[in-house]
């Protein structure tokens, strides 16, 4: 897991830097009382969720997939809860993580 500090309204970018349509931008809005919000952009077509709604999409795609599909992320949460891989518009979305 890579870890970083930002302040309010510094930014983090997830993507390829030849490919700025394909990246995710991470901003903190406000830090206080012991909550962060933050910003993301990212393209209409990426969904964003809080992870815990992430984890219960994967749980619902996964109960009506049939197992002879490839395997997916859905299929493969558990992977993703142990290597702390996160499932995250070109509008930006504000969330406030706790």
Same mark, same amino acid.
């Given at each position: 897991?890579?870890?970083?500090?930002?302040? &309010?309204?510094?930014? $983090?970018?997830? /993507?390829?830097?030849?490919?700025? @349509?394909? #990246?995710?931008? !991470? #901003? !903190?809005?406000?830090?206080? /009382?012991?909550?962060?919000?933050? /910003?993301?952009?990212?393209?209409? @077509? !990426?969904p964003?969720?809080?992870?815990? $709604?992430?984890?219960?999409?994967?749980? @619902? =795609?996964?109960? #009506?997939? &049939?197992?002879?599909?490839?395997? &997916?992320?859905?299929? =493969?949460?558990?992977?993703?809860?142990d290597? /702390?891989?996160?499932?995250?518009?070109?509008?930006?979305?504000?969330?406030t $993580?706790?």
């Amino acid at each position: 897991m890579l870890v970083l500090s930002r302040k &309010t309204n510094e930014s $983090v970018v997830v /993507g390829e830097s030849d490919s700025p @349509e394909d #990246t995710l931008k !991470v #901003t !903190v809005l406000e830090i206080r /009382g012991g909550k962060v919000r933050l /910003g993301f952009e990212a393209k209409k @077509e !990426v969904p964003v969720h809080r992870w815990e $709604v992430w984890q219960r999409i994967c749980r @619902e =795609d996964r109960s #009506t997939r &049939t197992s002879s599909r490839p395997a &997916t992320p859905a299929q =493969d949460l558990d992977r993703w809860q142990d290597d /702390g891989g996160n499932g995250s518009r070109s509008r930006a979305m504000a969330m406030t $993580v706790a």
